[in-house]
């Protein structure tokens, strides 16, 4: 299918930050899509968070099986838009690699802990991955991604202010302008829309699953008693799973469909010429209605009381904090104890760069890595 003219051309890319021959046989953004499915990284997420930690069922999401679930939503959606649905793909499977254990507790955690030290942001982690911390090629550190996909994993939640740029980030664009005031390309607009798709939609599941609430305390959110009408009127006296499913389903498809009502309304108002018109415009051209935008609002403040802040998840993101900050004190006390590699960067280290290596190492672990370091460490037995 001959791609729109706002789409990314992986024939017209502005390249890598060290240049690279070309694949006989893949696109650039292919070859980004494949270096990040076979790093270390993204394997990691097999066994990282994303609400329910590792040991409490298998059929919960993780981030790997969400990353999944976005790149599926961000190919669909560029598909129908006529984008580079690979750079798209690219963009959803490297969107949560830095993210720590125990998710957004683990980052709490470690964001507190590195406050003196310029904090902790797995946005920002992710880039660092990306371009410095996977070690997998002999004549640079990181993967070097092309131009493309690196603004898209900085920008997928739009323009980042001179004033308020992280450091890791000024520091690289210093060496690989990514213009990071402006939009992001339409692949990585995409991508970030069908990150909330994705777990708006999955966190219900998951959620009713593991039974923090029930489907008849769903029906006060609009958007999801529609959903599951339309499941129940689909396959009356369905199972109640098969229903959950074909609510979900729904709901997906419901959103999937507005972004790309939406996203065409926005295109036909600006006609871009090219991507870099597209760029320079005022406003993301992805995007939800309003309409649906409130009823998606509605559904996440739904997921905040009932999930989010449930006793029961709330106590497990608490232990996996104490988790974190008490292996990060420890290890900066004892940068010796760090593993070969590891080590050997903190020796010598300033403070501000020891504590870094130290997060970077523990940002590194999977859940059950970081429980199981935790009770080598203090001899304990905590299973949370």
Request: charged share 25%.
């Amino acid at each position: 299918m001959r791609s729109a003219p706002y789409a990314c051309k992986p024939d017209q890319s502005h390249g890598r930050l060290y240049p690279e021959p070309a694949s006989a046989t893949r696109t650039v953004f292919q070859r980004d899509r494949d270096r990040i499915i076979h790093c270390t990284a993204f394997r990691r997420l097999m066994h990282k968070t994303q609400v329910f930690v590792y040991h409490e069922g298998d059929h919960y999401r993780t981030r790997l099986t969400h990353s999944l679930e976005v790149a599926q939503i961000a190919r669909s959606i560029s598909r129908v838009l006529a984008l580079d649905e690979d750079l798209a793909e690219a963009l959803a499977l490297a969107h949560d690699l830095g993210h720590p254990p125990f998710g957004h507790a683990g980052e709490d955690a470690l964001n507190q802990a590195m406050a003196d030290f310029g904090g902790f942001d797995h946005n920002v982690q992710t880039l660092r991955i990306l371009t410095r911390l996977e070690a997998r090629y002999p004549a640079f550190d990181g993967l070097n991604l092309t131009w493309e996909t690196l603004e898209g994993v900085v920008k997928h939640n739009g323009p980042i202010a001179q004033d308020a740029t992280p450091p890791a980030i000024a520091a690289y664009v210093a060496r690989h302008d990514l213009e990071i005031a402006s939009h992001a390309g339409l692949e990585a607009q995409v991508a970030g829309l069908a990150d909330d798709i994705a777990y708006d939609n999955h966190d219900m599941d998951d959620g009713l699953r593991a039974g923090l609430f029930t489907v008849a305390e769903l029906t006060d959110v609009p958007i999801a008693r529609d959903a599951f009408a339309h499941a129940e009127q689909a396959a009356a006296g369905a199972h109640p799973s098969r229903l959950v499913h074909g609510a979900v389903r729904h709901m997906i498809g419901a959103m999937v469909g507005d972004v790309i009502a939406e996203t065409e309304r926005r295109l036909s108002q600006a006609q871009p010429a090219d991507a870099a018109a597209l760029r320079a415009l005022d406003r993301p051209m992805a995007a939800v209605s309003e309409a649906m935008a409130a009823r998606q609002s509605e559904l996440k403040t739904f997921l905040a009381e009932h999930m989010y802040r449930h006793p029961r998840v709330t106590a497990k993101r608490d232990a996996a904090r104490g988790v974190l900050q008490e292996l990060f004190g420890y290890y900066r006390g004892e940068l010796q104890r760090l593993p070969d590699g590891w080590r050997e960067a903190a020796r010598g280290a300033d403070e501000p760069r020891a504590a870094r290596i130290v997060a970077d190492y523990i940002a590194g672990m999977t859940d059950r890595y970081a429980i199981a370091e935790y009770n080598r460490v203090f001899e304990d037995a905590l299973e949370i």
